[in-house]
Protein backbone atom coordinates (compact mmCIF):
# COMPACT_ATOMS: atom_id res chain seq x y z
CA UNK A 1 0.00 0.00 0.00
CA UNK A 2 1.19 3.55 -0.91
CA UNK A 3 2.81 5.52 2.15
CA UNK A 4 4.36 8.69 2.73
CA UNK A 5 5.30 10.18 6.18
CA UNK A 6 6.69 13.41 6.49
CA UNK A 7 9.38 14.65 9.38
CA UNK A 8 11.28 17.74 9.77
CA UNK A 9 8.96 19.61 11.59
CA UNK A 10 9.31 21.86 14.42
CA UNK A 11 9.72 25.67 15.65
CA UNK A 12 11.29 28.09 14.23
CA UNK A 13 12.14 31.60 14.82
CA UNK A 14 11.34 34.58 11.72
CA UNK A 15 14.04 34.07 9.18
CA UNK A 16 15.55 30.81 10.10
CA UNK A 17 15.24 27.75 7.98
CA UNK A 18 13.47 24.33 8.48
CA UNK A 19 14.26 21.58 6.31
CA UNK A 20 10.69 18.86 5.47
CA UNK A 21 10.85 15.04 4.17
CA UNK A 22 8.55 13.08 2.62
CA UNK A 23 9.42 9.41 2.58
CA UNK A 24 7.81 7.29 -0.01
CA UNK A 25 7.20 3.20 0.29
CA UNK A 26 4.38 0.91 -1.06
CA UNK A 27 5.43 1.59 -5.17
CA UNK A 28 4.80 -1.52 -7.11
CA UNK A 29 6.69 -2.33 -10.61
CA UNK A 30 3.90 -1.23 -12.63
CA UNK A 31 3.33 2.11 -10.69
CA UNK A 32 7.33 3.48 -9.88
CA UNK A 33 7.94 6.02 -7.60
CA UNK A 34 9.39 8.20 -10.35
CA UNK A 35 5.64 8.81 -12.35
CA UNK A 36 4.34 10.23 -8.89
CA UNK A 37 4.21 14.27 -8.91
CA UNK A 38 4.44 14.80 -5.28
CA UNK A 39 3.58 17.86 -3.66
CA UNK A 40 3.88 19.85 -0.33
CA UNK A 41 0.49 21.38 0.76
CA UNK A 42 -0.03 23.13 4.26
CA UNK A 43 -2.90 23.89 6.20
CA UNK A 44 -3.23 26.53 9.07
CA UNK A 45 -5.99 27.27 11.87
CA UNK A 46 -9.11 28.48 9.75
CA UNK A 47 -7.63 28.19 6.36
CA UNK A 48 -8.08 25.93 3.78
CA UNK A 49 -5.13 23.13 2.64
CA UNK A 50 -3.79 24.64 -0.21
CA UNK A 51 -0.71 23.58 -2.67
CA UNK A 52 3.16 25.18 -1.33
CA UNK A 53 5.22 23.25 -4.19
CA UNK A 54 5.39 20.38 -6.19
CA UNK A 55 7.52 18.49 -8.30
CA UNK A 56 7.02 16.00 -11.26
CA UNK A 57 8.48 12.45 -11.08
CA UNK A 58 11.40 11.82 -13.93
CA UNK A 59 11.65 15.55 -15.31
CA UNK A 60 11.58 16.99 -11.77
CA UNK A 61 9.99 19.98 -12.71
CA UNK A 62 9.01 22.46 -10.21
CA UNK A 63 5.92 24.41 -9.23
CA UNK A 64 5.68 27.02 -6.36
CA UNK A 65 2.76 29.29 -5.14
CA UNK A 66 3.42 32.92 -5.33
CA UNK A 67 3.93 32.98 -1.30
CA UNK A 68 6.86 30.87 -1.41
CA UNK A 69 8.72 31.92 -4.16
CA UNK A 70 12.52 32.44 -3.81
CA UNK A 71 12.22 31.31 0.04
CA UNK A 72 11.50 28.13 -0.55
CA UNK A 73 12.87 24.67 -2.44
CA UNK A 74 11.54 21.37 -3.64
CA UNK A 75 13.78 18.58 -4.45
CA UNK A 76 13.78 15.24 -4.66
CA UNK A 77 16.00 11.85 -4.51
CA UNK A 78 14.60 9.05 -6.76
CA UNK A 79 17.02 6.73 -5.52
CA UNK A 80 15.83 7.10 -1.73
CA UNK A 81 12.02 7.81 -2.98
CA UNK A 82 12.27 11.30 -1.12
CA UNK A 83 11.06 14.57 -1.81
CA UNK A 84 12.27 17.68 0.55
CA UNK A 85 10.91 20.87 0.88
CA UNK A 86 13.94 23.56 1.93
CA UNK A 87 12.31 26.72 4.05
CA UNK A 88 14.40 29.82 4.29
CA UNK A 89 13.18 33.05 5.60
CA UNK A 90 10.42 31.48 7.88
CA UNK A 91 7.21 34.18 8.88
CA UNK A 92 4.55 33.65 11.07
CA UNK A 93 2.58 33.17 8.04
CA UNK A 94 4.08 30.09 6.86
CA UNK A 95 2.95 28.71 10.42
CA UNK A 96 0.75 25.31 9.31
CA UNK A 97 0.55 21.81 9.30
CA UNK A 98 2.19 20.75 6.34
CA UNK A 99 1.42 17.58 4.73
CA UNK A 100 3.30 15.68 1.59
CA UNK A 101 0.63 14.20 -1.08
CA UNK A 102 1.10 12.36 -4.56
CA UNK A 103 -0.20 11.33 -7.82
CA UNK A 104 0.60 9.57 -10.42
CA UNK A 105 1.22 10.95 -13.76
CA UNK A 106 0.24 14.39 -12.96
CA UNK A 107 1.35 17.80 -14.01
CA UNK A 108 3.11 20.16 -10.95
CA UNK A 109 0.40 22.95 -11.34
CA UNK A 110 -2.87 20.61 -11.46
CA UNK A 111 -1.40 18.89 -8.27
CA UNK A 112 -0.42 22.10 -6.06
CA UNK A 113 -3.47 23.32 -7.39
CA UNK A 114 -5.90 20.35 -6.83
CA UNK A 115 -7.37 20.05 -9.44
CA UNK A 116 -8.40 16.56 -9.36
CA UNK A 117 -7.98 14.05 -5.94
CA UNK A 118 -4.66 13.19 -5.18
CA UNK A 119 -3.36 9.43 -4.74
CA UNK A 120 -2.36 9.47 -1.34
CA UNK A 121 -1.81 11.86 1.76
CA UNK A 122 0.68 11.66 4.35
CA UNK A 123 -0.05 12.35 8.28
CA UNK A 124 1.14 15.97 8.42
CA UNK A 125 3.78 17.49 10.47
CA UNK A 126 3.50 20.74 12.48
CA UNK A 127 5.38 23.84 11.39
CA UNK A 128 5.39 27.03 14.10
CA UNK A 129 7.39 30.53 13.37
CA UNK A 130 7.46 32.70 16.37
CA UNK A 131 10.06 34.73 18.38
Known amino acids: QLQLVESGGGLARPGESLKLSCVAS????????????IGWFREAPGDKREGVSC????????YYADSVKGRFTISRDNDKATVYLQMNDLKPEDAAVYYC????????????????????WGQGVRVAVAS
Open 101 to 120: AARLGATTQSVCQLWGPLDV
Open 26 to 37: GFTVNDQYNDYT
Open 55 to 62: ISGREKAE
